[in-house]
């Protein structure tokens, strides 16, 4: 399985990114996906998640502002971020829930200034 996140950048405080995740082969068929952070100092966390049946969840911290979506023909995953804060800043991993060990990309870069 490879998964390619993209869609990071710098965004001031208060602004939206919406980051896409490619996934080969049937990986997002049939498997829960969620997206993954890691900011300087920190562990790596899973931020939403998303069931096979699109049930979601989210980390406390993104409630109201993350949205977690699958568009399943086109293998990718997303996730819409409003209200971005500076805390937000990490680097953003797609990977499956539970995740898999070597699918691990490289992540995209999320930078939200203050």
């Known amino acids: 399985v490879q998964l390619q996140a993209s869609g990071g950048g710098l965004v001031q405080a208060g602004g939206s990114l919406r980051l896409s995740c490619y996934a080969s082969g049937n990986a997002i068929s049939i498997n829960g996906m969620g997206w993954y952070r890691q900011a300087p100092g920190k562990e790596r966390e899973l931020v939403a998640a998303?069931?096979?049946?699109?049930?979601?969840t989210y980390q406390d911290s993104v409630k109201d502002r993350f949205t977690i979506s699958r568009d399943t023909p086109r293998k990718r995953l997303y996730l819409q971020m409003n209200s971005l804060k500076p805390e937000d800043t990490a680097v953003y991993y797609c990977n499956t829930d539970p995740p898999l060990p070597r699918a691990w990309g490289q992540g995209t870069q999320v930078t939200v200034s203050s």
């Open positions: 998303m069931t096979l049946g699109g049930r979601t």
